[in-house]
């Protein structure tokens, strides 16, 4: 399913925090957003998700214009987002919060069913704490239950906000590895990240925003290895 954002505007409050982004993800691509705090890239996510209503521009999911449609109407066209700080129902166990993302599927064929055995099987972390709450859990687990709570809905597009945020490296590496089968799995993913190693691993294409605007595209690689660039918009 292809995302296409063209002059998006958004505002929290009476402060703009978008001034015209445009960016696109086609089918079965993995794009990256990055920047330093701030700079918009959660904002963006919640815009294409319909979370901030406080938004203006087009955002197309799958063809179909999304701009004035509510976020479970969102979800049900096959969007799906993990949101900055995992926000796991605490005193539900791991179980029941993927029960609770059942709700929003989108689509049943078969071939594509993220069932729960299938999610742990992906990520292997969840089957040995399934009937903990989920405010017992480690970070990591909270990260990864929050993914496989959104990847349950069965999604065709899937938003990443900040998914290594405040996590230990060696889970970070884990996390990688579990995300690159989700890839595989042909989902087209859309990741607001600053591990800058998570973005090369995963991402084909990388745009950089820095205060509400896109400012540079092109190949992980070649961003990060731009002087300019690193200096000016990722603090590096």
């Not at 049900?76 to 599927?105: D, K």
């Not at 998570?198 to 925003?209: F, G, H, M, N, P």
Request: charged share 20%; with cysteine; net charge neutral.
């Amino acid at each position: 399913m292809r995302l296409s954002i063209q002059s998006l505007q958004a505002w929290h409050g009476r402060s703009q925090a978008l001034f015209g982004v445009d960016l696109h993800v086609n089918e079965g691509e993995t794009v990256a957003l990055i920047g330093r705090n701030g700079a918009g890239k959660s904002t963006t996510l919640q815009c294409a998700m319909g979370v901030l209503a406080q938004r203006s521009g087009s955002v197309e999911v799958g063809g179909r214009e999304t701009i004035g449609l509510s976020p479970h109407r969102i979800a049900r066209l096959g969007m799906a987002l993990v949101p900055q700080g995992r926000r796991v129902f605490r005193e539900l166990t791991v179980e029941e919060n993927l029960r609770a993302g059942i709700g929003s599927r989108a689509r049943h064929e078969a071939d594509a069913d993220w069932s729960m055995e299938r999610l742990f099987e992906v990520f292997p972390l969840l089957a040995g704490v399934r009937s903990s709450k989920g405010g017992w859990l480690s970070g990591g687990e909270q990260q990864v239950l929050a993914i496989a709570r959104a990847l349950i809905s069965n999604p065709r597009l899937l938003l990443l906000d900040e998914p290594t945020e405040g996590l230990a490296p060696r889970v970070v590496e884990t996390l990688a590895e579990q995300l690159l089968q989700v890839k595989r799995a042909g989902l087209t993913i859309l990741l607001a990240e600053q591990h800058l190693g998570l973005v090369q691993e995963l991402a084909s294409r990388t745009y950089v925003i820095d205060r509400g605007v896109v400012r540079a595209e092109g190949e992980p690689a070649a961003l990060l290895a731009d002087e300019q660039i690193r200096h000016a918009y990722l603090s590096l």
